[in-house]
Nanobody, 124 residues
């Protein structure tokens, strides 16, 4: 079992950058598949980026080339570096984890542990 706490959200102008951090506790995140998801008001939760034990990554088409997911094993965290932010990136961002070693996926249903979320607002 693992507990997840997100931080780093905030308000930025379009074109700006933010780095989200997800702190894990209870177990090392190194052996988990980890993902970042987001949910805008009135919309379904969607996958943004994911990374597995072997550092294989996958990104949603809408964020490719702008967002980067990475792990910091020394701090037991997973990061989401977000550049060139757009108003449509505005959402609550969640990190998630599941104890599997297969390829990373962006499917909400394939993750077991979830954080409480951090809000990102991008002004035009």
């Amino acid at each position: 079992q693992v507990q997840l706490v997100e931080s780093g959200g905030g308000s930025v102008q379009a074109g700006g950058s933010l780095t989200l951090s997800c702190q894990g506790s209870g177990n090392s995140l190194a052996n988990y598949r980890l993902g970042w998801f987001r949910q805008a008001p009135g919309k379904e939760r969607e996958g943004v980026a994911a990374i597995n034990k072997y550092d294989t990554t996958v990104y949603a088409e809408s964020v490719k080339g702008r967002f980067t997911i990475s792990k910091d094993s020394t701090k037991n965290t997973v990061l989401l570096q977000m550049n060139s932010l757009k108003p449509e990136d505005t959402a609550m961002y969640y990190c998630a984890a599941v104890y599997v070693w297969t390829n990373p996926t962006l499917s909400v249903s394939e993750y077991k542990y979830w954080g409480q979320g951090t809000q990102v607002t991008v002004a035009s």
